[in-house]
Structure formats: structure tokens, C-alpha cells
């Protein structure tokens, strides 16, 4: 069992070795003229801006395998990719790659790199196989959506480690020049000890498909995938994931004590929003007194929106990520960025390829992942909820099997809509 204890005797052992020679066939092949070969799995909106972001690392950085669960998304997105990089797009008719077993064999080319764009329930296997392959990989957030799939991508990044291997993680607020200067500044002392933290990630839905007549109940729910939890992780996973890895960030990247939340679905409750929660309200505990609080919102027309992290010290206040700045007794405002932090995630990738130094993101993409989970379970359950205790949790979203012939874990009501959990009625398992 992963104890709170055990991850913090683990963290800062990855903390100390954040990077690891890659074997010099490795590193030669990445020096070399060949350049480096990439394949993309998942090829949404998601997926495909992060190809033309790695290919905007460098010229020798081609895109030659593609996969998607769908067939008739691989040729328009590889059209897409090849009006903006029609040099680097190489990738022939029999390389495009669909269905469950898509992603094996995308693995099973000579690429170098695989960039992880799935609908996040597919993560853990997805990182899984590339990692066992033995690729270099980028994994977009959240990274796995249930404990038993932690364990599998924990172990996939300690494998990665032990081959040299980068692992990349789509949390991209850290790789945005001017959070990280406010996050240094903060971790030197800049606004005194963290009091407390609040994490704002308040706005619309994610677009909602409608339920097509030819469309069975599973390829809908993959379809409309950002909507339901097994598929998503609800909006802990794909939303304020990012705000509570930014609190994370300022607080060291230890776990919490604990954490208790406040949740619901007032709003949308059509069948298109699935059986997710369109409002999140979670407490963060950790052992120096400081808490951290979570807000989520995703109801539409609501006229106040905002993504915002407010750090609150005892000699000022950091104010992030827009127009970033420190408020207080050592005030300072950062400059604005040069670069999109999509574009630098994929440079220093490959730049940290080219030198043999691959970035491993693994410590911090878990305990991320882990947070979300934790949000998602205490407003689902209206518990309050240690970390040692999520950390023992046995719901596992995997299906038994994966084909068009399988039976999604959600099932709508006889009026079309789907259950939700209900806080004091579901039970943490």
C-alpha cells in the first residue's frame, strides 16, 4: 500500500533524480541526422495541437504514425497537421492506425516518441505499452482516473526510469516561464510563509455532443467522452486538475493530510452532460496547517469566469496565472511570456532528447492525478477522505474487455439521462 508516508520517501528520492542518461544507442540514435520519429495517439483537438507543438521543436522532429479509436478522424487530422508542417508530416496510409487495438500498433513502429491524446481513460494502458515498447513519451493529464491505474502508470514511470526513457506530462502550467517564476519566487520566500491557497477554475461545459441515431451506447459515451466520469474523470480530472497541480507546485508537491468537498449536477442534467457534476467546492489539509481549496464550475451562461490561483503568505499574496505578480511587502509583476507553454512542454522534451538528459515528470503527474481523484471522491461521497485511505481505494473504471461489443459501466435512465453519485448516499469504495 502506497502510504502518505511512502510517497514522500519516494518523491524525494524522483526529486533528486529528475533526469537519467539515456543508453548511448539511445542517445546516439537522438544525436543523429535521422532526427526523430513521432507517433501520435488520440487524434482530437488535444492531440493534434500537441503534434504541431512537437513538431514546432525542431525540424527534425517528423510525425509518421498516427491511431485513433475512430477511422474517420485519422485522414482529416493528418491534413490538418500537414497544412502546418506539410514537411514533417510523413505519415502513409499504413500508418494510420483505428480502433481499441489502435495504440499497439503505433507502438510497434519504429518511432521514438509517442504523444498521448486518448480520452484519458486509456492512459495508464496507453503509457503502459509505450513505456514497455520502450518509447519516449508525452501523456496528456489527467494520468489515470482510479487508484488500481495509478499503480499501473507509477509503475509504467518507474520503468521509464530505469530505461532512460522521458516521460513528459501534459500538466503544461508547468512549463509556462512566467508560472514559474512566480512559483520560484514564492518557494524563496518572496510573500513569506503559504497561509492558504485558493484555486479557481470556474466557466462553461466542454462541448456536448448529441446522441447520433446510428450510434450505439458505447461509441456515444466515447464520443461524448469529456462527460462521463469512466471515460473523463469528471471535471476534477480535466479541469481543476491543472489549478490544484499549481497549489501542489507551491507547496513542495507533498500530499495532503486529508481533503472533504462540497459537489453536484444542478444545472446540466440533459443527457448530452452525461453523469458528471457541474460544481466542485473541495478542502485540501496538509500537515503544516495550510489548506488549499478547490473550485470547479461548469454550468453555462454563468457571467462570472475566471481561471485563477491566489497564494496567500504572510507577507504578501501571488497572483497567478494571468498577469502573474506578487502583491505585498517584495511586490513584482512578470513579463509577459515570448513562448506558449504548449510549444516549450515539446521543445524542452526534445532539446532535453537531443542532450541526453529526458525529463521525468513522474512523481509530479501522479501526485496530481491523485489529487483530482481524491476531489472527485469526497464530493461524490460528502466523506472526508485521507490521503493513506484513497490510496486503498478499489473502484477501477477498466472494462473487462474493450471492443464495440462491450457494455459501457454507465447506463442512461429510462428518460434518457444518466445517474450521478449522490453525496451522503455514495459510499467511498
Not at 198 to 214: F, I, S, T
Not at 227 to 252: E, M, P, V
Not at 258 to 270: I, T, Y
Request: aromatic letters at 10%.
Amino acid at each position: 500500500m502506497t502510504t502518505r508516508r511512502s510517497f514522500l520517501k519516494t518523491s524525494m528520492a524522483a526529486g533528486a533524480a529528475l533526469t537519467m542518461p539515456l543508453t548511448l544507442a539511445r542517445s546516439a540514435h537522438a544525436g543523429g541526422t535521422d532526427g526523430f520519429r513521432v507517433g501520435l495517439v488520440g487524434c482530437g483537438g488535444r492531440g493534434c495541437g500537441a503534434a504541431a507543438n512537437a513538431m514546432n521543436a525542431g525540424d527534425d522532429v517528423r510525425l509518421v504514425a498516427m491511431a485513433d479509436l475512430f477511422e474517420d478522424r485519422l485522414v482529416p487530422a493528418r491534413d490538418r497537421l500537414k497544412k502546418i508542417h506539410p514537411n514533417q508530416v510523413q505519415v502513409d496510409d499504413d500508418h494510420l492506425f483505428h480502433g481499441f487495438d489502435a495504440y499497439k500498433h503505433v507502438m510497434e513502429t519504429d518511432v521514438d516518441v509517442v504523444l498521448l491524446a486518448a480520452a484519458s481513460h486509456f492512459h495508464p494502458m496507453h503509457l503502459q505499452a509505450a513505456i514497455a515498447a520502450g518509447k519516449h513519451v508525452f501523456c496528456e493529464k489527467p494520468h489515470a482516473l482510479d487508484i488500481p491505474g495509478i499503480k499501473s502508470a507509477t509503475q509504467s514511470c518507474k520503468e521509464a526510469q530505469q530505461k532512460g526513457l522521458a516521460v513528459v506530462s501534459g500538466l503544461c502550467w508547468r512549463y509556462d516561464h512566467a508560472v514559474r517564476e512566480t512559483i520560484q519566487r514564492v518557494r524563496d520566500g518572496a510573500i513569506g510563509d503559504i497561509i492558504s491557497i485558493q484555486e479557481n477554475y470556474v466557466g462553461g461545459p466542454y462541448n456536448a455532443k448529441e446522441r447520433q441515431p446510428a450510434w450505439s451506447e458505447l461509441e456515444y459515451q466515447l464520443q461524448n467522452w469529456y462527460h462521463f466520469n469512466w471515460l473523463s474523470g469528471d471535471q476534477t480530472g480535466q479541469q481543476l486538475i491543472h489549478s490544484i497541480d499549481k497549489g501542489s507546485w507551491a507547496l513542495g508537491d507533498v500530499p495532503p493530510l486529508k481533503a472533504w468537498g462540497l459537489g453536484g449536477r444542478q444545472v446540466c442534467v440533459e443527457p448530452k452532460y452525461g453523469d458528471q457534476f457541474d460544481h466542485f467546492s473541495v478542502v485540501f489539509e496538509y500537515a503544516n496547517g495550510v489548506r488549499m481549496y478547490g473550485y470547479c464550475r461548469d454550468i453555462p451562461g454563468c457571467k462570472f469566469n475566471e481561471t485563477s490561483d491566489i497564494i496567500f503568505g504572510t507577507k504578501g499574496k501571488a497572483f497567478m496565472p494571468n498577469r502573474c505578480r506578487i502583491e505585498g511587502e517584495n511586490p513584482w509583476r512578470a513579463s509577459k511570456p515570448q513562448e506558449g507553454m504548449y510549444n516549450v512542454e515539446q521543445k524542452e522534451l526534445f532539446q532535453s532528447l537531443r542532450q541526453g538528459q529526458p525529463i521525468d515528470n513522474g512523481n509530479t503527474m501522479i501526485l496530481s492525478s491523485i489529487l483530482a481523484i481524491l476531489a472527485q471522491m469526497v464530493s461524490y461521497t460528502g466523506e472526508e477522505i485521507t490521503w493513506d485511505q484513497v490510496m486503498t481505494s478499489t473502484l477501477d473504471f477498466s472494462l473487462p474487455f474493450y471492443s464495440w461489443d462491450a457494455e459501457p459501466p454507465v447506463q442512461p435512465n429510462a428518460d434518457g439521462t444518466y445517474p450521478t453519485p449522490l453525496p451522503g448516499v455514495t459510499k467511498f469504495v
